[in-house]
């Protein structure tokens, strides 16, 4: 009954490029796909986006997790699994790994709490898949440029907490989740995205 397959990795990684090849391939194919995103797929989803990257006040890592919590749980529950059960697959451009990335490793927030909060979230619904797109910092921060959004804007020691935290991720779930370089073509890194995926149809 569908798949659900998420794309993951820090900022400037390529993932959008990707996902959005995926799903031309899988549309080609025959497939019927649901591409979508967090933070901000739809409805409720795009004013939390609004707040979680553009806010220029403080926000507190606890509440930058709630927020971002918040838009999950309605994805999850309005949008992905309705499309689950009409059997789409379903491509999302980050979800609950990106909470332990970034507010886990890269804030500091306690790992297990973040987990229980995600399993609320989502109802305990995990990927069959997820890909994360590994970059490093310099490469990162020459595709991101000048035109930072709130997240993009925490810095060098941020993204490499955050790049450390997607591999420690996949270290430890090392059959949900897989690492593919950034540090190639958008096709041989196709490639690697359709093998993985063919594998799951
Ligand atoms: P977005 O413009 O979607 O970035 P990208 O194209 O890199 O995916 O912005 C999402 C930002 O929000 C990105 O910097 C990662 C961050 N984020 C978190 O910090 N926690 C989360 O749980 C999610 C979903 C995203």
Redesign the pocket.
């Given at each position: 009954m569908g798949l659900f397959i998420t794309f993951e990795g820090a900022?400037?990684c390529g993932?959008?490029t990707q996902i959005e090849l995926l799903d031309k391939y899988l549309k080609d194919k025959g497939y019927e796909t649901l591409l979508t995103?967090?933070?901000g797929a739809r409805g409720l989803g795009v004013k939390l986006r609004e707040i979680?990257?553009n806010y220029d006040g403080d926000v507190s890592p606890n509440c930058e997790s709630f927020l971002?919590l918040a838009d999950r749980a309605q994805h999850v529950d309005c949008i992905i699994k309705p499309a689950k059960k009409e059997g789409k697959i379903i491509l999302c451009?980050?979800?609950t790994d990106?909470?332990v990335a970034?507010?886990g490793y890269g804030r500091g927030l306690d790992l297990k709490r973040i987990n229980y909060l995600n399993d609320i979230a989502t109802s305990g619904m995990k990927p069959d898949l997820t890909i994360v797109f590994d970059i490093d910092a310099e490469t990162s921060m020459q595709r991101v440029g000048k035109e930072k959004?709130r997240?993009?804007s925490a810095g060098i020691d941020f993204f490499n907490k955050v790049r450390q935290g997607y591999l420690e991720i996949a270290a430890s779930e090392p059959n949900r989740v897989k690492v593919i370089s950034s540090s190639d073509t958008i096709e041989n890194i196709h490639k690697k995205v359709v093998a993985l995926v063919e594998n799951l149809l």
């Open positions: 900022d400037g993932k959008t995103r967090e933070p979680l990257l971002f451009d980050r979800h990106s909470t970034y507010q959004d997240m993009e």
